[in-house]
Each structure stands twice: as structure tokens, then as C-alpha cells.
């Protein structure tokens, strides 16, 4: 009886082991594809003439509307400062040698989207970047907020509504076409509850779910919604000016992100975020990372306020 038993657990040793060798195979191998091999020629115009960036004068956003054009996409950009937006077109003009239009409106408002219809009429979209968003001045606590009642719409508005509108507005010639690419931009703080950021958090979990359930819907009509979570970048949003290895400029951020689309349908988009996302969503509690989130911000709250008295 003794031996049988050495026996079994010998057996259930090695289909252990050898699991366990299978699994970590496989995610090298995963890791290999999506980080060093990329998806290839996947975003092209093959997938439709233009492409649509919000938020698209600074940052994230404007990187992506660089990115896009240099691969060959006519352009339109929506974001808020008319002046701006003919800065970008202009340069992607003179540089890409691509043609590109431009609307002005305020994401914070709900009665802007009448005028973005007109504008997208009769283009060929073959990818969406909803890339607009607003996070808080500095992390405090919700009943602290100033101005709360109009920064709670202002906030729906802008990292909410602008997702689902504008997805409201593409979809459906993508889907007409059967191709198409929308990525939208969430955050790593949607990954779990951040503390003294919570509404800008919450926004960004909507964002990513929002993007894993369309996928699920229209991933079989042959279009690619992906939901794109970064931690920091060196943008004028996290008021981050040096970049380093795990706070990459936009555009070494957004040209690692791109070979991730197709590959990924939720991604943190660059290969140190990656890492970092793993850490915090496998290996650490939730609990502690909502701890250490919180330390962090009323660190930094604390510190923005002393500041602000100082002046």
C-alpha cells in the first residue's frame, strides 16, 4: 500500500511539474509574440483611410496621432483649442505628407456630438483612439473637491460619455466593413480602486470594461477593441517632465503599444507597465495596493497643498 501511494504522488509530481514547465512555455512564448515580434503590418489604411484621435494636441494622444499618420492614415483630430489642432494637422501635414481635418469642442459638454457626426460624415474610419480624458488637479478626498458637483459632471463627461459616443458614432461603418480598430485609453488606475482618485479610478475601470465587453460583442465581425491601461508617462497630465525606464515618453509608450493591438484585447501597452501590472494584480493583495495607494496620494495631496499656502 505504502509503494502505490509513492507511486501516485510521484505521478501527480511530475504532471505538476510538467504543467507548471507547460504554463510558463507558453507564457514566454506569449511574452516573445506580443513584445518583441508585434503584430506586424496590422494597423495600415488596408483597415480604412482615416484614422480618429480625441484628445490629440498633447501627450498620449498627440503621439498616437504621429504614430497613426506615419503609417499612412489621413487624420482627424478632436480635441478642445482650435489654434492647437492646427499646429498638429499642420506638422502632420508637412512631415507624413497625409491629408487631415480637425473639430473643436469641449468633451466636457454632452451636446457636442451633432457637430462631430457632421465632421466624421463620409469617411472611411478604420481606427478610433478615444483618448480624451481629465484626471484630478492634485489627489484629494471626494467630499473635499472643489467646485464637486461640476467637477463630477465635467469628469463623466470627458472619460465616460466621450468613449461611448464616439464608439456610438464609428461602430457601426466598422462593422458595416467588417474591420476596424478602437483602442481605448483607460489607466492603470482603473485596475483597482485608487484612493483620493477615486472618481478619476472608477472612470477608467467603466473604460476598460466598457472595452473588454464590446470586444466580446464584435471581436466575431472581425473588429479589434482593445482596452489600453498604462501607469505613468511623462506627459503634461501626470506633470512628469524626466522620462525613465518605467515613465517612458508618449511616444516610446504609444509605439509599444500599437504592437500589442490584436495581440492583447486588455494591455498595459509597454513592456516594464506589463511587468508592473502583474506585480500588482497577481502577486500583491488588493488590499495592500489600495493601502500604499492611499499613503502615496495624501502624500502627494499633502505636499500640493503646502505649496499652494506657500504662494
Given at each position: ?5 509513492e507511486?501516485v ?5 511530475a504532471?505538476?511539474t ?5 504554463w510558463?512555455l507558453y507564457?514566454?512564448?506569449s ?8 503584430n ?5 489604411p488596408k483597415?480604412?483611410?482615416?484614422a ?10 498627440k503621439s ?9 492614415f489621413?487624420?482627424m ?8 489642432l492646427?499646429?498638429?494637422?499642420q506638422s ?7 491629408e487631415?481635418k ?7 459638454q454632452?451636446?457636442i456630438?451633432p ?8 469617411l472611411?474610419?478604420?481606427?478610433l483612439?478615444n483618448?480624451?480624458g ?9 467630499l ?16 465616460i460619455?466621450s ?7 464609428v461602430l457601426?461603418r466598422?462593422?458595416a466593413?467588417?474591420?476596424?480598430v478602437?483602442?481605448?485609453?483607460s489607466?492603470?488606475?482603473g485596475?483597482y480602486?485608487?484612493p483620493l482618485?477615486?472618481v ?5 475601470a ?5 472595452s ?8 466575431s ?5 482593445q ?12 506633470k512628469?517632465?524626466?522620462p ?10 504609444v509605439a509599444?503599444?500599437?504592437t500589442?493591438?490584436g495581440?492583447q484585447?486588455q494591455?498595459?501597452?509597454?513592456f ?10 497577481v502577486?500583491v493583495?488588493?488590499?495592500l495596493?489600495i493601502?500604499f495607494?492611499?499613503?502615496?496620494n ?7 497643498l503646502?505649496?499652494?499656502k506657500?504662494?
Amino acid at each position: 500500500m505504502l509503494h502505490g501511494a509513492e507511486s501516485v504522488l510521484l505521478w501527480v509530481g511530475a504532471l505538476t511539474t510538467a504543467s507548471l514547465a507547460l504554463w510558463i512555455l507558453y507564457r514566454l512564448l506569449s511574452g516573445f509574440r506580443i513584445w518583441v515580434m508585434g503584430n506586424g503590418d496590422l494597423l495600415s489604411p488596408k483597415l480604412g483611410k482615416w484614422a480618429v484621435v480625441t484628445g490629440a494636441t498633447d501627450g498620449i494622444g498627440k503621439s498616437y496621432a504621429e504614430e497613426l499618420a506615419r503609417r499612412g492614415f489621413s487624420m482627424m483630430l478632436i480635441s478642445r483649442t482650435q489654434e492647437k489642432l492646427d499646429d498638429v494637422a499642420q506638422s502632420l501635414e508637412r512631415r507624413y505628407k497625409v491629408e487631415t481635418k480637425t473639430v473643436a469642442v469641449d468633451f466636457g459638454q454632452v451636446d457636442i456630438y451633432p457637430k462631430i457626426e457632421t465632421a466624421l460624415s463620409g469617411l472611411e474610419i478604420g481606427v478610433l483612439v478615444n483618448n480624451v480624458g481629465i484626471s484630478y488637479p492634485y489627489p484629494e478626498f471626494f467630499l473635499h473637491i472643489p467646485d464637486l458637483d461640476n467637477f463630477i459632471n465635467t469628469m463623466i463627461n470627458v472619460n465616460i460619455t466621450s468613449v461611448c459616443q464616439m464608439t456610438r458614432l464609428v461602430l457601426p461603418r466598422m462593422e458595416a466593413r467588417a474591420k476596424g480598430v478602437i483602442l481605448n485609453i483607460s489607466s492603470a488606475s482603473g485596475m483597482y480602486p485608487v484612493p483620493l482618485l477615486t472618481v478619476y479610478s472608477s472612470t477608467k475601470a467603466f473604460v476598460d470594461f466598457f472595452s473588454r465587453g464590446l470586444q466580446a460583442e464584435y471581436k466575431s465581425k472581425g473588429i479589434i477593441i482593445q482596452s489600453v491601461l498604462p501607469f505613468f508617462v511623462a506627459t503634461k497630465m501626470t506633470k512628469i517632465r524626466k522620462p525613465t525606464l518605467d515613465k517612458p515618453t508618449p511616444d516610446r509608450y504609444v509605439a509599444a503599444e500599437l504592437t500589442t493591438v490584436g495581440l492583447q484585447d486588455q494591455t498595459n501597452g509597454y513592456f516594464p507597465h506589463a511587468v508592473m501590472g502583474w506585480l500588482t494584480t497577481v502577486l500583491v493583495p488588493i488590499n495592500l495596493v489600495i493601502y500604499f495607494g492611499m499613503r502615496m496620494n495624501k502624500a502627494q495631496r499633502g505636499g500640493y497643498l503646502r505649496r499652494r499656502k506657500l504662494r
